[in-house]
């Protein structure tokens, strides 16, 4: 069984919500062992604040490097038909033909980097032509203040907001930018057993 994709239950917790977010989109609910959700929020949240409280700087790019390995690692002892890709730089692009946007385009997914007035982790499920579908785990009772941003209440198994492609790959800080290159970071998870192979995929650019 599919369970819904859900919100962050505080305002630090979009990094480890959008990882269990990316395996609940990707495997039945049955499928997924107890051990990744205790590692998942064991790793995450690690960073403190100017005043050293711990988590409230969310996570760091250190803890999910880490976390996209251990992934990796996990899905090849067999338990779950798991892989894990980390991205940083120049990679974590949606241009035709990038590693990530072929990804996505083959069934995987992928949690990035993004700006909401602060960096933040949200999980992309899909590309399509000019726009993009993302599941934001920030949640908001009111429309978003951006206008080419489309909320949707809806779809809650894929995404909740619907952002033209264009924003992603703006360089300077704005809402659901990438930001600067050497910020930009990203986490491709693909199921074993449902992903496109390369040789079969195809990519319809418009």
């Given at each position: 069984?599919?369970?819904?994709?859900?919100?962050?239950?505080?305002?630090?917790?979009?990094?480890?919500?959008?990882?269990?977010?990316?395996?609940?989109?990707?495997?039945?609910?049955?499928?997924?062992?107890?051990?990744?959700?205790?590692?998942?929020?064991?790793?995450?949240?690690?960073?403190?604040?100017?005043?050293?409280?711990?988590?409230?700087?969310?996570?760091?790019?250190?803890?999910?490097?880490?976390?996209?390995?251990?992934l990796d690692g996990f899905g090849g002892t067999g338990k779950l038909p798991l892989k894990s890709i980390y991205l940083t730089g120049g990679d974590v692009t949606l241009e035709p033909g990038s590693r990530l946007r072929s990804s996505i385009s083959r069934g995987c997914v992928a949690v990035a980097r993004i700006?909401?007035?602060?960096?933040?982790?949200?999980?992309?499920?899909?590309?399509?032509?000019?726009?993009?579908?993302?599941?934001?785990?920030?949640?908001?009772?009111?429309?978003?203040?951006?206008?080419?941003?489309?909320?949707?209440?809806?779809?809650?198994?894929?995404?909740?907001?619907?952002?033209?492609?264009?924003?992603?790959?703006?360089?300077?800080?704005?809402?659901?930018?990438?930001?600067?290159?050497?910020?930009?970071?990203?986490?491709?998870?693909?199921?074993?057993?449902?992903?496109?192979?390369?040789?079969?995929?195809?990519?319809?650019?418009?």
């Amino acid at each position: 069984m599919k369970i819904p994709l859900r919100y962050q239950t505080t305002e630090f917790d979009c990094g480890p919500t959008s990882l269990l977010n990316g395996i609940s989109y990707l495997f039945e609910r049955e499928e997924i062992p107890p051990e990744i959700v205790r590692n998942v929020m064991l790793f995450c949240l690690d960073q403190y604040d100017r005043d050293g409280t711990p988590g409230k700087k969310g996570t760091s790019h250190a803890a999910m490097m880490f976390l996209s390995h251990w992934l990796d690692g996990f899905g090849g002892t067999g338990k779950l038909p798991l892989k894990s890709i980390y991205l940083t730089g120049g990679d974590v692009t949606l241009e035709p033909g990038s590693r990530l946007r072929s990804s996505i385009s083959r069934g995987c997914v992928a949690v990035a980097r993004i700006d909401l007035d602060g960096w933040h982790y949200v999980l992309l499920t899909g590309v399509e032509k000019d726009r993009v579908y993302v599941f934001d785990p920030y949640w908001l009772p009111e429309p978003f203040p951006v206008p080419d941003v489309t909320c949707v209440q809806d779809q809650i198994f894929a995404y909740n907001r619907i952002v033209p492609l264009a924003r992603f790959e703006q360089s300077e800080i704005c809402p659901y930018a990438f930001g600067p290159y050497e910020q930009r970071e990203a986490v491709l998870l693909f199921n074993k057993k449902t992903v496109i192979p390369e040789d079969l995929a195809v990519e319809y650019i418009i």
